[in-house]
């Protein structure tokens, strides 16, 4: 059984008068992971980048700042 199983039975296994609890607490590790979550339009841009990448079409950081006297 792996971690999110574990997770998921012992959330099941809670009275009702304790979800409230575990939810807030679930939330507050989520909201410090992810202080600055990323919108699906970034995601978009992200997702289009990487596939870029993968056709190859890029250039190095040492190609930019040729380019672009940095």
């Known amino acids: 059984m792996n971690v999110k199983e574990v997770l998921h039975r012992l959330v099941d296994q809670l009275a ?4 409230e609890t575990a939810r ?3 939330e507050r590790l989520h909201v410090d992971l992810d202080e600055d979550p990323v919108s699906p339009e ?3 841009e992200m997702e289009q ?4 990448i ?4 890029y250039v190095t950081l040492e190609e930019f700042n040729r380019k ?3």
């Open 24 to 26: 807030k607490i679930v």
């Open 49 to 52: 980048g990487s596939a870029q």
């Open 16 to 19: 009702d008068s304790e979800l």
């Open 42 to 44: 970034e995601l978009v």
């Open 68 to 70: 672009h006297g940095s």
């Open 54 to 57: 993968d056709l190859g079409k």
